[in-house]
């Protein structure tokens, strides 16, 4: 079964707020990836973390990669509509094969005009 | 590049049957992975290829699975005899090389197959 217990489940927030949601796990990632799905699509990666306590940018996108190893947060600013989606957080624990991502069950964001 | 292609997209199927999904992954690309998505479990792993080789098959649920890939530019997942739990959203994925920090790690997904099992 699933580590990872990502929140919030779903957001609906107003176009230009900022969006932050985040994944914890209960024991040690190697490797934290988010992504986003579209209605219909696969998911698309957004950001790969790879060291404990790494900040990374994408555009709006900042997610970063807690320096306990076992979390991670990704933060969405000044929110627009084609942010709607549902964000997935992956990651690898130490125990996995490096190819074996555990998925998050996903924040879906709906954003409002 | 035409990305990740998948067929077909949706299959609907009687309790019973065999299903077979294919997969084109994207040239190049020497990793090819593929997965489950079920509102209940959310995104599974099932199996993986490197180099047309299976790698993990730890999450293949159960012997009615089968997974192969008979060279660089085709894979097939089938499940048989098919039974209404299989019903999900079966996705395939490429990437050249396993998360790399320039980004050649990147898993392109493909938009899945939609199976629905009567």
């Known amino acids: 079964g699933q580590q990872l217990n990502q929140s919030p489940q779903s957001m609906f927030i107003q176009e230009g707020e900022d969006v932050s949601m985040n994944c914890t796990s209960s024991?040690?990632?190697?490797?934290w990836l988010w992504y986003k799905q579209d209605p219909g699509e696969g998911p698309v990666l957004l950001i790969a973390?790879?060291?404990?306590?790494e900040l990374t940018s994408n555009g709006r996108l900042t997610a970063q990669f807690g320096i306990t190893r076992k979390d991670s947060f990704l933060n969405i600013s000044a929110s627009i509509p084609s942010d709607v989606g549902i964000y997935f957080c992956?990651?690898?624990?130490?125990?996995?094969?490096?190819?074996?991502?555990?998925f998050g069950a996903g924040t879906q964001v709906v954003v409002t005009p | 590049d035409a990305g990740v292609i998948q067929s077909p997209r949706h299959e609907v199927t009687e309790m019973g049957q065999e299903v077979t999904l294919r997969c084109k992954p994207i040239?190049?690309?020497?990793?090819l992975f593929w997965y489950r998505q079920t509102m209940m479990r959310g995104l599974e792993l099932l199996i993986y290829?490197?180099?047309?080789?299976?790698?993990?098959d730890s999450g293949m649920p159960e012997d009615r699975f089968s997974a192969k890939m008979p060279n660089a530019s085709f894979s097939t997942l089938k499940i048989q005899p098919s039974e209404p739990r299989d019903s999900a959203v079966y996705f395939c994925?490429?990437?050249?090389?396993?998360?790399?920090?320039?980004?050649?790690?990147?898993?392109?997904f493909g938009q899945g197959t939609r199976l629905t099992v009567v």
């Open positions: 024991s040690i990632f190697n490797t």
């Open positions: 290829f490197n180099n047309n080789v299976p790698i993990d």
């Open positions: 040239s190049g690309h020497d990793y």
């Open positions: 992956a990651g690898t624990g130490t125990t996995d094969s490096w190819g074996k991502l555990q």
């Open positions: 994925a490429s990437s050249f090389y396993l998360f790399s920090r320039t980004g050649a790690g990147e898993a392109f």
């Open positions: 973390l790879y060291k404990a306590g």
